[in-house]
């Protein structure tokens, strides 16, 4: 049997910097044909990215897809709203996570398994400026510190 290696496409650095990361979700992405194509072109972008819930149902807004080369008259708008594929059960806690004050529902990392397209979903409370500066000084000084043990 072959082992399937995780292979990942995108990923969010920039939400470890802005959010305490307390959770993670995996979820699947409905996604055109053209916009797979460009996503396994890893022409992806989670940066500004987000998850809101509408009606019962969990939609991924503001990441960046971009067309496909070939795509045509078939092709996609970059900037759509995409529906995650998640249980009713996943639904209603990451509902009730986007109901808390200062709580938010950010994309971490695009992969693929067994050929389909996954995201990890974090949830995530944001960090304020003295929190995203002491994390600056704590990876400065583990850096110091292997750089010293190194020699």
Same mark, same amino acid.
């Given at each position: 049997?072959?082992? +399937?290696?995780?292979? #990942?496409?995108?990923?969010?650095?920039?939400?470890? @910097?802005?959010?305490?990361?307390? +959770?993670? =979700?995996?979820? /699947?992405?409905?996604?055109? /044909?053209?916009?797979?194509?460009?996503? *396994? %072109?890893?022409? =992806?972008?989670?940066?500004?990215?987000?998850?809101?819930?509408?009606?019962?149902? %969990?939609?991924? +807004?503001? #990441? @960046?897809?971009? +067309?496909?080369?070939?795509?045509?008259?078939?092709? @996609?708008?970059?900037?759509?709203? *995409?529906?995650?594929?998640? @249980?009713?059960?996943?639904?209603?806690?990451?509902?009730? #996570?986007?109901?808390?004050?200062? $709580?938010? =529902?950010?994309?971490?990392? #695009?992969?693929?398994?067994?050929?389909? %397209?996954?995201?990890?979903? /974090?949830?995530?409370? /944001?960090?304020?400026?003295?929190?995203? *500066?002491?994390?600056?000084?704590?990876?400065?000084?583990?850096?110091?510190?292997?750089?010293?043990?190194? $020699?």
């Amino acid at each position: 049997m072959k082992k +399937e290696a995780n292979n #990942v496409l995108a990923q969010n650095k920039k939400a470890s @910097h802005d959010y305490f990361i307390k +959770e993670t =979700i995996e979820a /699947g992405i409905a996604l055109t /044909g053209t916009e797979i194509k460009s996503v *396994r %072109a890893r022409r =992806i972008q989670l940066r500004d990215g987000y998850v809101q819930i509408y009606n019962g149902n %969990a939609y991924l +807004e503001n #990441v @960046h897809i971009s +067309e496909y080369k070939q795509g045509n008259i078939y092709n @996609h708008d970059p900037l759509r709203r *995409r529906q995650l594929l998640l @249980h009713k059960k996943e639904i209603r806690k990451l509902a009730e #996570v986007q109901a808390q004050q200062g $709580m938010a =529902i950010i994309p971490l990392k #695009v992969y693929l398994k067994k050929g389909f %397209a996954k995201i990890l979903l /974090g949830i995530g409370q /944001g960090k304020k400026q003295y929190d995203k *500066r002491e994390t600056i000084k704590k990876r400065d000084q583990e850096r110091e510190l292997r750089r010293k043990y190194r $020699m």
